[in-house]
């Protein structure tokens, strides 16, 4: 079973490491870039105890270069790897699992009841979307790191807590966001 570890993906450069998979695009807009600081831990800090818009998405791990232009068969063989990953304001947190996107639904919880779920249909043809990135971007390298939200583009929102993400093939994603308290305010 093949799983993302922190050497996977270099957190701590200020860098590009991919891209998200966006359902629109801005007028005007180009690609839009994944940091490395977008990259969050199982421990999320938030300022406020306001609700968070979140969007469960599977992230692609690139195995290989992509042209401009490769047929689908050759984007499908480029994903080293897939995993559930779960899009909050400012970032992403990606499961350590990899899935296989079709095998069944991405559903979020958050304690104590289901909130949202989306079938495999519901993220598009994922192939497609990552030929059509690779050539807006002149190609794609490997190593990155595409992250693909539903096609609805509608996020969930729910207050700060514990929230799972859970996957095919049972990978189960657990993320709390925390609300941070400023110094001197402590209980």
Do not use: K, N
């Not at 232009?69 to 400012?90: I, S």
Request: charged content about 20%.
């Amino acid at each position: 079973m093949a799983t993302l570890t922190t050497s996977t993906v270099d957190t701590s450069a200020p860098v590009r490491v991919g891209y998200r998979l966006r359902t629109t695009e801005p007028p005007g807009a180009g690609p839009a870039g994944i940091h490395a600081r977008m990259l969050a831990g199982r421990v999320c800090t938030v300022e406020r105890a306001t609700p968070l818009g979140l969007r469960p998405a599977f992230a692609v791990l690139l195995g290989r270069r992509l042209e401009p232009g490769d047929p689908p068969g050759t984007v499908r063989r480029a994903f080293a790897m897939t995993f559930a990953a779960l899009e909050f304001p400012g970032g992403f947190v990606l499961g350590d699992r990899a899935v296989d996107p079709s095998g069944g639904p991405v559903t979020v919880w958050t304690a104590p009841e289901f909130s949202a779920g989306h079938r495999p249909e519901d993220f598009g043809d994922l192939e497609t979307r990552v030929a059509r990135l690779a050539q807006e971007t002149g190609g794609l390298d490997a190593g990155e790191l595409l992250v693909a939200t539903g096609l609805s583009g509608a996020a969930m929102f729910t207050p700060p807590g514990v929230v799972q993400v859970w996957g095919p093939g049972e990978a189960v994603l657990t993320v709390r966001f925390a609300v941070s308290v400023p110094a001197g305010q402590e209980v």
